[in-house]
């Protein structure tokens, strides 16, 4: 089982800044380890949660969205057990819930992630 809690959401001017963060615990690490990649997605009211961004745990290769693509960057800190997202630039429509989610590949299918945290509101005011 893998626990995820994200944090570092709130509410920001367009154009302004947020790092969120997802702390992983659980089995992600190890010859049990069910976590080769850790992904972002966020939904807003309406409609379907779409992904942001992902990154290998081990090589640290990376994916995103055409939408965040130059404005947000994805990391992690494996001694951490962490992942973050470094989100610039933010724009009103940025504004969701943003949820990490744990899978064994680096993909960006909701379907392929197997564990998910609760999420954390970011609203980006115009």
């Known amino acids: 089982q893998v626990r995820l809690v994200e944090s570092g959401g709130g509410l920001v001017q367009a154009g302004g800044s947020l790092r969120l963060s997802c702390a992983a615990s659980?089995?992600?690490?190890?010859?049990?380890?069910?976590?080769?990649?850790m992904g972002w997605f966020r939904q807003a009211p309406g409609t379907e949660r779409e992904f942001v961004a992902a990154?290998?745990?081990?090589?640290?290769?990376?994916l995103y969205s055409d939408s965040v693509k130059g404005r947000f960057t994805i990391s992690r800190d494996v001694a951490k057990n962490t992942v973050y997202l470094q989100m610039s630039s933010l724009k009103p429509e940025d504004t969701a819930v943003y949820h990490c989610?744990?899978?064994?590949?680096?993909?960006?299918?909701?379907?392929?992630?197997?564990?998910w945290g609760q999420g954390t509101q970011v609203t980006v005011s115009s």
């Open positions: 990154i290998n745990w081990s090589d640290a290769s990376t």
């Open positions: 659980g089995r992600t690490s190890g010859r049990t380890s069910s976590v080769n990649a």
């Open positions: 989610a744990a899978s064994t590949q680096l993909l960006s299918r909701v379907i392929n992630y197997d564990y």
